[in-house]
């Protein structure tokens, strides 16, 4: 199967935490991307788990547990520029990903 | 290193019509991948290249179709076209392992009326 679920929507105040979850199927796993796209540009990469546990990279951090099919990207210290969406995808097989309907952030004052 | 580079930015067409859109990927990079985002369905994957040989493809018409030179730029075309079609096709270039980061182009908005 190639479901991946994630939230569509969530918001956050600024200069708080936030999680954003996302499942998937776990067959044929490579490997979970996150990527975060403002309105109208392209897809920039965040973070990418192939092992089990804890990505930290500064504000962002990514956790990964294949045996439940479970990710979630944690983003601190919000900041208004980080409201935009972010897309949980899969990889499989060669360099295809499958990605999430993406989850939009509203980080407000 | 110059990001992934796409001509044309902007794009408009009518039904029937075909289209082909390019690709330059980051330098030293061999794996291109093309994508198709739209409102509905999000982001779909259409096929993948690497050294000139199409290695993976998506659920998409045969409508579609790709290819890759030796320098690795790629090009997509679309033929007969379709309103539906109207997307923002994004490519994405990877290193030559099979599970490597995918970094974006600006992507090529397609208007199909």
């Known amino acids: 199967g190639q479901n991946i679920d994630q939230p569509t929507e969530m918001t956050a105040t600024e200069g708080a935490i936030v999680q954003i979850n996302c499942t998937y199927q776990?067959?044929?796993?490579?490997?979970l991307f996150w990527y975060q796209q403002h309105a109208g540009e392209a897809p920039t990469f965040l973070s990418y788990n192939v092992l089990d546990g804890l990505e930290e990279k500064g504000r962002f951090s990514s956790f990964l547990s294949r045996s439940k099919g479970y990710s979630y990207l944690l983003l601190k210290e919000l900041q208004m520029k980080d409201s935009a969406s972010y897309l949980c995808?899969?990889?499989?097989?060669?360099?295809?990903?499958?990605f999430g309907a993406g989850t939009r952030l509203a980080v407000h004052p | 290193k110059a990001g992934v580079t796409q001509t044309p930015r902007y794009l408009i067409k009518t039904r029937g019509q075909q289209v082909t859109l390019s690709c330059s990927p980051i330098?030293?990079?061999?794996?291109v991948s093309w994508y198709q985002q739209t409102p509905g369905q999000g982001l779909q994957f259409l096929f993948e290249y690497f050294s000139e040989t199409q290695r993976n493809k998506g659920n998409f018409p045969g409508r579609f179709s790709g290819r890759q030179f030796s320098n690795s730029r790629s090009e997509m075309n679309v033929s007969t076209l379709e309103l539906g079609d109207s997307a923002l096709y994004l490519c994405?270039?990877?290193?030559?392992?099979?599970?490597?980061?995918?970094?974006f182009g600006p992507g090529t908005r397609l208007t199909v009326l």
């Open positions: 994405a270039s990877s290193q030559d392992r099979e599970a490597d980061t995918q970094y």
């Open positions: 995808a899969v990889i499989r097989g060669y360099n295809k990903l499958i």
């Open positions: 330098s030293g990079h061999r794996s």
């Open positions: 776990t067959s044929g796993f490579n490997g």
